[in-house]
């Protein structure tokens, strides 16, 4: 059913840029004001048409019912020992936000120690990054409320389960390092940004403290900072030990680059010294230390990754002695365990996990359940024991426990659902390009499936900044499943899944490489009869929306339903804003002539065209979005429905208080993805 509200007109207004001699109109530019009463005016009358199209389709509220009783199953997150106790997080299905507990031992849930769900009514405080104080007798915590990338830092005392007085605003995208007395730990935060409004804090100059334990925050020491650079980021880590201190310096997000630098704890005072003093492509990442032997993974003359070791009394590049050489195969995380090198490997975007001895001699491949994906591995060097949390597109998260004696993998923990998951499969073909290139496409369906070009189906991508897009699961497929789609998943370039050579086929002159692998991924499904066009939708969040929402606008005729959710589209202003900044690296920006030219052949705010008919496109975003700032949304959404010669729905959702989408709370989730699916049943099915 297609019950359409009627389409409004959206103001537009004389604005005119010009780019390096051409004039480009920008005529919704007000829409960039979040908070200007006609903007709020805005937002509300198309949430208003929205909610009024799946209000008139039937399908909706069966599917939410659907969705909440899919999503209650029991969860738990991998194992971390620290001082006689296991702590795991766990959520009994429909928690709103995951639980903290604590037992001595593996077999018990043990006590409740933390539960977030307690800060706020409607589940949007969620806890960020957090880490155990050496002895055991703190807990800190960073809280990030209603989505947004700024946090505040908590402590909680573990022996009276109560909250120390400390309270640490302002940071953002940190770790949390304590001292090996307790005294307090090492964070990184941002000068005071002077507005309340998320959309407007800006994050620059980065200071690394070291907070005292139950001292105000304005009496934290600033141990790092770079007024000459006040778009570097820095982060510091310490080792297990605690002897030795690291400073990690990056400029960006988009390539594995960064200097590292290191000083002993007892000489916080003295300078940092150079293990990368400069930014060379390949990033360096500390794993751990040994008997003063630094290990670290980087990309360094190694596009696929290597292990690489540092005597930390000599230090220097110099004098860095490969252990792990590059091996072919994406090399995506390496963990210290009983003096072993446990590393994790994608071969065609699928995890291996491999444990390799210090000298970096291989012992052997640890068994996993089947293809798949590893999401965390819980170890340290201490232990005797690893927890690898794993999951494939038909199995939720499961908890595998190693054992470092026995060489033995166990299942810890393995999550029962409502889903005849043995009735359905996951097979990996590969699609050919524009250019030739082969590009990996994960397909999940019904057993027996008939090749006729008869199903709903959902083609799902990323395709950026290194990030690589594995088999994962997520309740909301086994719906779309259940009801007879198809979900695919293309590995286009851009990520990481066959190295850096892949990442770079997808990035600034090389963009259009990524939108021509996910058109040659739906056109492959539809020449092997998995589905036709009328019945092929394509779902892509923040970069993935704007590779759809790039698609849509190069091939609009290829697609029965297209989601955009918490897009990049306007990509001559999107550096202006928030974080954009820090993604000049892969995008470009429209301020360099060169870049520019590239960028106006594909930016989708611009390559809408007037009087086409686009296929039924849901736009998807948040008020409270302070990475992918929603106006970039909005004025895509204004754009496309002023432009549109057909009759679909060109709509727009904008949630409140609900932010990126990191620590979204269940129920939120469960309305989106209901709202989600419900807009594509109602238009492929």
């Keep these: 059913m297609k019950t359409l509200p009627p389409r409004k007109v959206t103001r537009r207004e004389l604005v005119i840029d010009n780019y390096h001699g051409k004039n480009v109109a920008d005529p919704y530019r007000w829409l960039e004001d979040d908070n200007a009463p006609e903007v709020q005016e805005w937002m509300a009358a198309q949430n208003s048409d929205f909610e ?8 909706r509220k069966a599917l939410k019912d659907r969705l909440t009783q899919l999503w209650h199953f029991a969860k738990a997150g991998p194992p971390h020992y620290h001082k006689g106790h296991y702590y795991t997080w766990r959520n009994n299905g429909l928690q709103n936000q995951s639980v903290l507990y604590r037992s001595p031992n593996l077999n018990d849930t ?9 800060l706020s009514d409607d589940g949007t405080i969620a806890v960020g990054s957090y880490s155990y104080s050496p002895g055991g007798n703190y807990f800190a915590y960073s809280l990030s409320a209603s989505g947004s990338d700024w946090q505040t830092i908590k402590v909680l005392n573990l022996n009276t389960l109560e909250n120390c007085p400390d309270n640490l605003e302002h940071a953002k995208f940190t770790n949390l390092s304590w001292l090996p007395d307790e005294s307090g730990f090492f964070y990184t935060r941002y000068p005071d940004p002077k507005t309340s409004n998320v959309l407007e804090a800006m994050a620059r100059n980065s200071m690394v403290c070291l907070h005292s334990l139950g001292q105000p925050q304005n009496q934290d020491k600033i141990i790092h900072q770079d007024a000459k650079n006040p778009d570097w980021v820095f982060t510091v880590k310490l080792d297990d030990s605690k002897q030795w201190i690291f400073l990690s310096v990056g400029a960006g997000s988009t390539l594995r680059c960064n200097k590292l630098f290191f000083k002993p704890l007892d000489k916080l005072d003295s300078p940092w010294l150079p293990i990368a003093a400069d930014f060379v492509d390949g990033g360096y990442e500390v794993i751990g ?40 195969e994406m090399l995506e995380g390496v963990k210290l365990v009983n003096n072993h090198l446990l590393c994790t490997f994608l071969h065609h975007a699928s ?49 595998l426990r190693y054992d470092c004696k026995t060489g033995e993998t166990t299942t810890l923990f393995s999550p029962k659902i409502d889903f005849p998951v043995d009735d359905y499969e996951t097979v990996q073909k590969f699609c050919t390009s524009k250019d030739g290139t082969q590009v990996p496409v994960f397909i999940t369906h019904k057993k027996g499936l008939t090749l006729d070009g008869s199903h709903p189906t959902l083609l799902f991508g990323y395709g950026g900044f290194n990030i ?88 609009p005729d290829l697609f029965g339903a297209v989601i955009v959710q918490v897009p990049v589209l306007d990509m001559y202003r999107y550096q202006l804003f928030t974080s954009g900044r820090f993604w000049v690296g892969e995008y470009g920006s429209a301020e360099d002539p060169d870049q520019f030219l590239f960028l106006q052949k594909y930016s989708p705010l611009h390559n809408v065209k007037m009087n086409t008919v686009y296929p039924p496109t849901l736009i998807m975003t948040a008020d409270t979005d302070d990475r992918v700032v929603p106006s970039q949304a909005r004025k895509f959404a204004a754009t496309m429905q002023a432009a549109d010669g057909g009759e679909n729905p060109i709509l727009i959702r904008i949630e409140k208080s609900a932010g990126h989408g990191v620590g979204k709370p269940v129920s939120k989730v469960i309305d989106e993805m209901a709202d989600l699916y419900g807009f594509l049943m109602a238009n492929l099915c």
């Excluded at 009024?52 to 399908?59: G, H, L």
């Excluded at 043990?110 to 307690?118: A, M, Q, S």
């Excluded at 995890?351 to 340290?380: C, N, T």
């Excluded at 036709?532 to 790039?550: F, V």
């Design 468 to 555: 690589c897009i594995t088999p994962n699961f997520a309740v909301p497929r086994l719906a779309w499943l259940e009801a007879g789609g198809i979900y695919a998943q293309a590995c286009m370039r851009g990520g990481a899944e066959y190295g850096e050579a892949w990442h770079r086929a997808g990035m600034l002159e090389s963009k259009q490489n990524v939108f021509d692998d996910f058109i040659a991924a739906g056109e492959y499904l539809i020449s092997e009869k998995y589905t036709r066009k009328e019945k092929l939708s394509i779902y892509g969040r923040s970069n993935g929306g704007l590779l759809t929402g790039a698609c849509v606008t190069q091939r």
């Design 110 to 118: 043990g006590e409740v120690i933390f539960d977030p769900n307690t």
């Design 52 to 59: 009024a199209y799946m209000s008139a389709q039937p399908a």
């Design 351 to 399: 995890s291996r996990l491999k444990l390799h001895d210090l000298k970096g001699m291989y012992i052997q491949e640890i068994p996993l359940p089947s293809v798949g994906s590893i999401h965390e591995i819980s170890a340290e060097n201490s232990w005797k024991e690893c927890f690898i949390q794993f999951s494939s597109f038909l199995f939720p998260d499961a908890i």
């Design 289 to 328: 230390v040994i008997d003063n032997t630094a290990y670290i993974s980087t990309q360094n003359e190694a596009p696929f990754g290597k292990v690489v070791s540092v005597d930390l009394s000599e230090s220097g590049m110099s004098n860095l002695k490969t252990i792990i050489p590059d091996q072919g």
